[in-house]
């Protein structure tokens, strides 16, 4: 069974983004989270941040 794409209730220290991405491709959360770090450096992590917070669904 394919996992979705979902930001969980548990786990997650924002808003789950990170957490969501690194459950649905099997990583760790903690590269994910190293990731948008690195991205926000240049500028776009902030942005990217925001739109997956606003087009993620919430877990149930």
Request: charged share 20%.
């Amino acid at each position: 069974m394919e996992r979705s794409l979902v930001r969980p209730t548990n786990g997650k220290i924002i808003a789950g983004v990170c957490a969501g991405l690194a459950d649905r491709f099997g990583i760790s959360r903690a590269l994910v989270r190293i990731g948008f770090v690195l991205f926000g450096l240049f500028g776009v992590g902030e942005l990217a941040y925001i739109v997956l917070w606003i087009i993620i669904p919430k877990a149930r």
